[in-house]
């Protein structure tokens, strides 16, 4: 059973380019959560995407936007990138029902903008 | 959303056990409290889960007292690969939650 994929696992981009990262979700989830993890920071939460829709979304600008696949894939885009974006971008999957809604975490996309 | 403190760094040795402790004063009562391990360039991993009185899986324990205000995650008998940062969060679910700096254990010889 295969856990969380993303694509690709490294990247460079500079100033101004667009990127977009992917993200599978583990099997039998159907609700994908995307974050932002500064070097020595947290986790911040960007948004997260449940039956093909965004449900919530974090303090982050509209460069920043995704999508929801029937299958339950996704996909981050993030426009006129900045220095600032660079970071580890993590995608979490999960069940929505109860509660205690655990997150399953892919290893991340690494992303380096010059 | 309610906030959680933790140390923001302990130190241990192999074969310890190492408690730490997170404060959430005002928790909900509909939260539950995760805990989440992470090393370095990879994403976090699911430690345990608990809404009240103790949780015990085969990695972890977790310690919640009555008032829920706080939790303590305990790893018995640590050892090298237990050196990771480990987040507390506190929440109805799992939607925006708030992440704060974690707490860094190193595990020492």
């Known amino acids: 059973d295969a856990g969380v994929t993303q694509s690709p696992t490294h990247l460079i981009k500079t100033r101004g380019q667009q990127v977009t990262l992917r993200c599978s979700p583990k099997?039998?989830?159907?609700?994908v959560s995307w974050y932002q993890q500064a070097l020595g920071q947290g986790p911040q939460f960007i948004f997260q995407y449940y039956e093909e829709e965004e449900r919530q979304r974090g303090n982050f600008p509209d460069r920043f936007s995704g999508h929801q696949f029937p299958n339950y894939s996704s996909e981050l885009n993030v426009n006129a990138l900045l220095l600032g974006d660079s970071a580890l971008y993590l995608c979490?999957?999960?069940?929505?029902?109860?509660?205690?809604?655990?997150?399953?975490f892919g290893s991340g996309t690494q992303l380096s903008v010059l | 959303l309610a906030k959680t403190t933790q140390p923001i760094s302990m130190d241990s040795y192999e074969g310890q056990e190492v408690n730490i402790t997170c404060s959430h004063n005002?928790?909900?009562?509909?939260?539950?409290i995760t805990w989440y391990q992470q090393f370095p360039s990879q994403g976090p991993r699911f430690i345990i889960q608990g809404y009240k009185t103790k949780v015990t899986n085969e990695v972890a324990s977790l310690f919640i007292p009555a008032d829920r205000k706080s939790s303590t995650l305990s790893l018995p008998r640590v050892s090298l690969s237990d050196t990771a940062v480990y987040y507390c969060?506190?929440?109805?679910?799992?939607?925006?939650?708030?992440w704060g700096l974690g707490t860094s254990l190193a595990v020492n010889p």
């Open positions: 969060l506190v929440a109805p679910g799992n939607r925006k939650l708030i």
């Open positions: 005002n928790i909900a009562t509909n939260d539950y």
């Open positions: 099997s039998g989830h159907d609700t």
């Open positions: 979490a999957s999960s069940s929505t029902g109860g509660g205690d809604e655990k997150l399953f």
